[in-house]
């Protein structure tokens, strides 16, 4: 059974950094490209940043770019999003998610690729 738990969100003052993890288990990660998406209320879901199986090659939303990082730990089964500068607009409930495909490049920036997803983690950040 595939599990993805995400951690690590909370309650921070625009301009502050958080550090996102995933956990994932009953999946072979290394063979998964990874994401983040994120949803604020009335929203559809996002993209955020994904990263290959290998972790050498990554993507990032354009509203994030130069802030937000994404990395894997294949080692430890965990996908991190660290989260710098933030601003009231990053405002969301963030999700880990993991390729339906193994070993897929490109990476895919679209919700319906990802078959594997957490149950998602708040980021709320404070003007």
């Known amino acids: 059974q595939v599990q993805l738990v995400e951690s690590g969100g909370g309650l921070v003052q625009a301009g502050g950094s958080l550090r996102l993890s995933c956990a994932a288990s009953g999946l072979t990660l290394n063979q998964k490209a990874m994401g983040w998406f994120r949803q604020a209320p009335g929203k559809e879901r996002e993209f955020v940043a994904a990263?290959?199986?290998?972790?050498?090659?990554?993507s990032v939303a354009d509203s994030v770019k130069g802030r937000f990082t994404i990395s894997r730990d294949n080692n430890k089964n965990m996908v991190y999003l660290q989260m710098n500068s933030l601003k009231p607009e990053d405002m969301a409930v963030y999700y880990c998610a993991a390729d339906t495909m193994v070993y897929r490049v490109p990476l895919s920036t679209s919700a319906s690729a990802y078959g594997y997803w957490g149950q998602g983690t708040q980021v709320s950040v404070s003007s």
């Open positions: 990263i290959t199986w290998s972790g050498h090659i990554t």
